[in-house]
């Protein structure tokens, strides 16, 4: 029997088990509870809701609030990224609930985080900087795979990858393409940057902001003019503009 096997049994067992004790303890209390059991039972969960209310209620204002200002304070910015931290993922399982685009959640999203890191006017070196592309920039009629090496790029115009890397050159800030978000955050680990500036779609842009909150990252939402994942583009101009806003000349 395989390790992922026993993992999966190990974990649905011991998560009957507890559902097992949950519900041994609701029977009990069922069982044995008087009507004052009963309504302080519910006075904490009224509790509860309120108080759920209330942070998403703060959080929602607070989050709104730096979207209409584009600005936050520098000093304050933690309690923005926590409110935005808090939100998203009950706007997401809302609008999944009643079916509405997440894509527009998400975009939201990106562009709140980038006014906070934004706000913070920190500038870096060249060295300190990473900028982070999905592979879809590519031509997919182009023999020259860069996943391995941006270099391999032969400038032939049929994509933007040849601009973002005279870019790159003439910046001197190191410059990867990532298959997915699992090599994007390794490659993330291994670089060690003090800022990424990132590519990708509003779906990848999302989990890869929430998974390196302990960094500063600026998202460029690229262009799918024939659809997700294949032969999208970036405007390199907004690439330039997001990069010289950050890095010490």
């Known amino acids: 029997m395989s390790k992922s096997v026993k993992d999966f049994l190990l974990l649905s067992l011991t998560s009957i ?16 509870s008087t ?5 302080m039972i519910l006075m904490v969960m009224i509790g509860l809701v309120m108080t759920a209310t209330l942070i998403l209620a703060l959080s929602a204002v607070t989050v709104f609030h730096a979207y209409r200002r584009k600005k936050v304070s520098p000093r304050t910015a933690w309690i923005f990224k926590l409110s935005l931290k808090i939100l998203l993922p009950f706007i997401s399982f809302f609008a999944e609930l009643i079916k509405y685009n997440k894509e527009e959640i998400r975009r ?8 906070i890191v934004q706000s913070g ?15 879809c920039l590519q031509s997919s009629s182009c023999e020259y795979k860069i996943t391995s090496d941006i270099q391999n790029c032969r400038k032939c115009g049929k994509c933007c990858i040849g601009k973002i890397l005279d870019l790159a050159e003439d910046t001197n800030v190191r410059t990867v393409v990532a298959t997915g978000g699992t090599l994007a955050r390794n490659v993330i680990a291994s670089a060690k940057p003090a800022f990424v500036l990132s590519v990708a779609c509003e779906r990848d842009l999302t989990s890869g902001i929430s998974d390196v909150n302990h960094l500063p990252v600026i998202g460029i939402i690229n262009e799918r003019p024939m659809g997700p994942c294949h032969n999208t583009t970036v405007n390199v101009n907004i690439l330039k503009e997001k990069l010289d806003n950050i890095l010490i000349r």
């Open 121 to 135: 006017s920190c500038r870096y070196k060249p060295e300190q900087v990473l900028i982070l592309l999905p592979h």
């Open 17 to 32: 088990c507890i559902l097992l004790v949950i519900l041994a303890g609701l029977s009990y209390v069922y069982r044995y």
């Open 35 to 39: 009507v004052s059991t009963y309504e």
């Open 108 to 115: 939201f999203y990106v562009n709140v985080n980038n006014i």
